[in-house]
């Protein structure tokens, strides 16, 4: 355990002006607050929050944000209060210590439902004051560092949600170090067989090419000197998950990643960068696709760096990354390379004193800038709190936050210029959303680079994008199923909010009040009104909704409602809500399937993914269901990957047996012009096929988008539905969906 004299000495070789009375106040504090507590490891307590301000030094950051390391869990932990630490460190201290404290007084209902109201009330803290995140990646980085003291269920839960949010957010931040150490560490509690297996094989790769890397770098740096340009050259080699990322994503080995090893070309100056870039462009040829300027466009978190792969001295692939000293300051630490001084949300660059003309410890405003100028990343969080803000439900709020963190970008344009940051693979929708909600809010089509587009197009890297919008139009519900953006979703689902309470709200209320008759309780909406706050809704209506959309489980509901309830682990009542759904079909067709046993009881086709007869089939033994048969190509497989004592292998059973139909769900983009509908039930009839329902699902200035129903013979049949309809000009695009339930067509 670091001493306090260590700390503070720590503390004052990189800031001489640092306020070392508090650094001592609080190391007393602190170590007085915790006592004798004890880690999992058996450690004292206080070693925790010792190594978290440890950390922070390491990051040159001020005395404030160090001795709120040591205090982080004051007020959590022990007896302290808000009003003790603001009495004695003051209210700036008091409310960073206050914004990384867990909510605890709500006695939420589920871990699901208290994870999100963390993470909310940690998001808005962050976004008043940017210090309480580097002191919550800190907090977070120790506690990965010993994670393997704990116990092995609650290891992989922390693990899980550190992958989820925390390392996502220090990469949107910028502190890339603080990403991939957290990464590394989560890879290795997850999977580490995976992580095991790369490094054993980095290692034979960096024994086999140790040599050619030395060689190659020597090479760089006399073509730098021979051109005059003073830079300095050095290799790195891809951490282990990212690694496994890249294999992942892209269905590769890991010998056919070509940037396992690259080269980091780092330079005084911006002009010597692209100097650089000249010369290695002139002396080898390079990759095209494999090219990409985030100095001329910065990434949303601030980072700065040319991109490019050669064909080096050696005939093989080489990745470089060129940049200034500066960027690389920035690219390494983010928003942790600035210290931010609280007062008018200020900040100053302590870290950069190798940067001439810069004064590393200077805290008056002079050369200060405003965070919300300086810091893209800062402005990314800001604009996140506000789009997710307004309304989302604790799911929703998991849901977006994720979408928002994990985004890979592409940059579009609008017809005047202006540079829009998205997600890869975006939609013209989240580009309106992005513009501005009005915008969002009103839209009816789009252009892409001049052509007319669906509105569900994918949109990449230098788009062009022409939004038409059109007054007193509104968002349609669909809309929320392909948006990429937090922002887009949000948006949508309040401006659908009251169509979508009508539709599901009474659907919502019969569900719990079914469940409270069979557990011979009476329902009443006072009971329902005091669990709000443990379920984190803020209405009845709310509720009601998510219950019949699946968005919180009957069970968690009801235990919030009769806290006896806690106490049972056999409430078999609320496995599924399918037996719920708006305009189920009772239709049943004996099985034309094999093997069966006699005694499974119930079987039944699945309602959102059904076969059709000579595709491969499974069966999934579910409980209180029966068999539910399944396409081998099923999305909702995934769910049974971890129990295969619930498959059976099926083959269909057709011989002997008359003729039988299936439906098969399917969207149409097709042209918005007059008969077009018509060539479409035409050409279905022409083929001998059923249409069982049909809904346009959206409508734009230029196309619309149908759902339909169709009844095929088998799945040749209906390959050839599928081809003859492709024949037509006015389709776009057809490809078979998952199945709708009523309430989710918007007409």
């Known amino acids: ?73 004051t007020i959590e932990d022990t ?40 993470l909310r009330k940690l998001f808005f803290a962050i976004s008043k004051d940017i210090r309480v995140l580097l002191v919550k990646l800190a907090d977070r980085m120790h506690n990965m560092r010993t994670i393997m003291h704990v116990k092995p269920e609650k290891r992989q839960r922390i693990a899980q949600e550190t992958m989820d949010f925390y390392a996502p957010l220090a990469g949107r931040m910028g502190i ?24 054993n094989r980095l290692q034979e790769m960096h024994e086999d090419e140790k040599d050619l890397l030395d060689d190659i770098a020597e090479i760089l740096n006399k073509k730098l000197k021979q051109a005059g340009i003073v830079a300095r050259v050095y290799g790195r080699e891809k951490r282990p998950y990212s690694i496994f990322r890249k294999m992942e994503r892209q269905s590769i080995s890991l010998e056919k990643i070509s940037d396992i090893f690259a080269f980091r070309i780092i330079t005084h100056s911006e002009d010597d960068c692209y100097r650089a870039l000249g010369l290695v462009h002139t002396e080898w040829p390079m990759v095209p696709e494999r090219f990409k300027d985030f100095i001329s466009i910065p990434k949303s978190n601030d980072y700065r760096s040319i991109h490019t792969t050669i064909i080096g001295p050696t005939r093989k692939r080489i990745e470089l990354q060129i940049r200034t000293e500066e960027m690389q300051e920035v690219n390494e630490f983010g928003i942790a390379s600035h210290a931010l001084y609280k007062e008018d949300v200020y900040i100053n660059n302590p870290k950069n004193s190798s940067i001439p003309g810069k004064d590393a410890h200077k805290k008056s405003r002079s050369g200060s800038v405003p965070v919300s100028e300086e810091s893209s990343a800062f402005k990314w969080l800001r604009h996140v709190i506000e789009s997710l803000e307004d309304g989302d439900t604790p799911a929703e709020f998991l849901e977006n936050t994720k979408l928002e963190l994990f985004a890979d970008q592409a940059f579009c344009f609008t017809p005047n210029g202006r540079l829009i940051a998205l997600p890869k693979h975006a939609t013209p929708i989240d580009f309106a959303y992005a513009v501005h909600t009005d915008i969002g809010n009103t839209c009816v089509g789009c252009k892409i680079n001049g052509v007319t587009s669906p509105l569900r197009s994918k949109l990449d890297n230098g788009d062009e994008v022409e939004i038409v919008t059109s007054k007193g139009s509104k968002p349609q519900a669909i809309w929320e199923s392909f948006v990429t953006t937090g922002k887009a979703k949000s948006a949508i689902r309040r401006a659908n909010k009251e169509e979508r309470q009508k539709q599901y709200s009474h659907l919502g209320r019969e569900m719990l009040n079914r469940i409270f008759k ?64 708006i305009g189920a079909s009772n239709k049943t067709t004996p099985m034309p399937i094999r093997g069966v046993s006699k005694d499974i009881g119930a079987i039944r086709f699945s309602k959102k993914h059904p076969p059709i007869a000579g595709e491969r089939i499974v069966g999934i033994l579910r409980p209180a269901e029966g068999l539910v048969v399944y396409p081998i190509h099923s999305e909702e497989l995934e769910a049974f990957e971890d129990n295969p004592e619930l498959w059976i292998d099926l083959v269909w059973d057709l011989e002997g047996r008359e003729k039988q139909w299936f439906t098969a769900p399917i969207e149409i983009t097709l042209l918005n012009e007059v008969g077009a509908l018509a060539q479409i039930t035409n050409m279905i009839a022409e083929q001998g096929c059923n249409i069982w329902n049909s809904y346009i699902v959206a409508k734009e200035v230029d196309f619309h988008h149908l759902y339909m129903e169709i009844e095929v013979r088998d799945i040749h049949h209906f390959n050839l539905v599928k081809n003859s309809l492709k024949t037509l000009p006015i389709i776009n695009d057809i490809k078979r969906v998952a199945g709708k339930k009523f309430g989710e067509i918007s007409i």
């Open 79 to 118: 007896d302290a209060t808000r009003e003790e630490i603001d009495q004695l460190f003051g209210e700036e201290i008091g409310s960073l210590v206050e914004g990384l404290t867990k909510i605890s007084q709500l006695n939420l209902i589920s871990r699901e439902v208290a994870q999100s109201e963390n």
């Open 176 to 199: 890339h170090f603080f990403r991939e150490e957290l990464e590394d560490i989560c890879f290795q509690v997850l999977n580490h067989e995976a992580r095991d297996t790369i490094l």
């Open 1 to 73: 355990m670091m001493r306090q004299y260590e700390l503070v000495e720590k503390v004052l070789a990189y800031d001489p002006q640092a306020d070392e009375q508090l650094l001592n106040k609080a190391y007393i504090y602190g170590y007085k607050k915790h006592g004798t507590q004890k880690r999992a490891s058996g450690d004292p307590y206080f070693s925790h929050p010792i190594e978290v301000a440890a950390i922070l030094a390491e990051l040159k950051l001020d005395s404030t944000v160090v001795a709120t390391g040591l205090l982080h869990d």
């Open 518 to 581: 069979k557990l011979k309780l009476k329902f009443t909406e006072d009971k329902l009104t005091a669990a709000l706050p443990k379920i984190a809704y803020k209405s009845l209506d709310d509720v009601f909704v998510a219950i019949a959309r699946s968005e919180i489980k009957l069970k968690d509901v009801a235990k919030a409602m009769v806290p006896m309830l806690l106490e049972r682990n056999d409430i078999e009542f609320m496995h599924d809500q399918t037996h719920f759904e």
